[in-house]
């Protein structure tokens, strides 16, 4: 247990929240950086709320001065008037937080405050064993997502209001130690698949420009506003070292999710002869653009745009948000295919049932319906409309 004065933790969270590190935000806070990355370790990244202390209790600051008052044996009367509290407030500080001695100390006299003030309250999921288990076997057996699993007990219990919480719990329950709902190991089959939080702010890489490119601007106002679908975002994922990739493609309309083996190096040659067959899988209706970044794998753009009769865009440098169906889909995969594995081991089977499992995700932005389920509605409305017109 890492001991710091509720002023010290809040502060360092607040730095926290600024981008330092841990250890940073340690020593701005005015505490050990090690304590500090402890803390952090022990939380599991998971950042104390703001809390405004309530005037009604005494600060550190004003515990600082009845110390030095009382060190002066000045009397609780004449150290009231001058720290500007009741003689009584004083009287009850000194002998709750003062030392057997008679002493009494600003620092002592914090931290007993505090560790009295704390109100330990059991969790949701520690209390109700039939929650935990359904939690943990939506993330152990399907690798839902804590909302996922949040908005399927809605559906799943109706009329059982105890069958509820919010994602909050489930990652609190996950990452903070200590609190004996759900097990840390539990945090493998997150999405991410890491043990703590870590701050959002990371530089972007910079990657090389192609040449003879169509702006992302120019692509049609259907695919911005996702009304008609057929429209696709692709990128890379890369494996260990950068030396190995799959690629993704990612509908916009329904989410759909496509896999590119890529079995051979990453040069552009490589990549297209991959790339084709797969886009000329799709129906007609389903194959009218496609958005890239400036990905160097992209460079024979032309020779892939002629032979899979696609139109190709392409978004500015360093602009993910974009491609925003491809960014979270691929922050998705990152749970079947880690940074730290070379990605050449994964058979087109292995591509295919992953693909599978993100298809038939209940997704919050399709109104927990599944990109499988969006595209053959979209797909038999098409035959539907197409024989209509024939006849």
């Not at 809390?51 to 550190?60: Q, V």
Request: a positive charge.
């Amino acid at each position: 247990m890492v001991r710091m004065l509720r002023a010290e933790r809040q502060a360092f969270w607040e730095q926290v929240r600024s981008g330092k590190w841990a250890w940073q935000a340690a020593e701005a806070a005015g505490v050990y950086g090690g304590r500090g990355q402890a803390l952090f370790a022990q939380s599991g990244g998971v950042m104390e709320p703001r809390r405004r202390p309530s005037s009604r209790f005494l600060s550190h600051a004003e515990r600082e001065e009845i110390a030095i008052l009382h060190a002066q044996r000045l009397g609780v009367r004449e150290i009231g008037r001058r720290v500007g509290r009741p003689h009584t407030t004083v009287s009850r500080e000194i002998a709750r937080n003062g030392n057997r001695d008679g002493s009494y100390r600003a620092l002592t006299a914090q931290q007993r405050a505090e560790q009295r003030a704390r109100r330990p309250k059991a969790g949701k999921l520690a209390t109700n064993p039939v929650l935990r288990a359904y939690v943990e076997d939506k993330l152990t057996r399907l690798q839902w997502s804590p909302e996922q699993i949040c908005e399927h007990l809605v559906q799943d219990y109706p009329d059982d209001g105890s069958m509820r919480c919010c994602p909050e719990t489930i990652y609190r329950s996950i990452y903070v130690q200590g609190r004996g709902e759900l097990r840390r190991e539990l945090a493998a089959h997150l999405r991410t698949g890491r043990d703590q939080r870590t701050p959002h702010h990371r530089p972007e890489r910079r990657k090389g420009r192609l040449v003879d490119t169509i702006h992302i601007s120019q692509r049609p106002a259907e695919a911005k506003d996702r009304a008609v679908p057929g429209h696709w975002e692709g990128d890379l994922i890369l494996g260990k070292a950068g030396g190995s990739a799959i690629g993704t493609l990612v509908e916009r309309t329904t989410r759909y999710l496509m896999l590119v083996h890529l079995p051979k190096r990453r040069t552009a040659e490589d990549f297209a002869e991959a790339l084709v067959p797969v886009l000329h899988t799709l129906p007609d209706q389903l194959r009218k653009s496609l958005t890239w970044d400036q990905g160097k794998e992209m460079a024979l753009h032309k020779q892939i745009a002629f032979e899979a009769d696609i139109e190709l865009f392409f978004c500015d440098p360093r602009s993910p948000w974009q491609r925003g169906s491809n960014e979270n889909t691929n922050g998705l995969l990152r749970q079947y295919f880690p940074k730290t594995l070379s990605l050449r081991q994964f058979t087109p089977t292995d591509l295919a049932e992953v693909a599978w499992k993100l298809n038939t995700r209940p997704r919050k932005t399709l109104g927990w319906a599944t990109p499988a389920q969006r595209l053959e509605e979209l797909l038999c409305g098409h035959q539907i409309n197409r024989g209509a017109t024939t006849g």
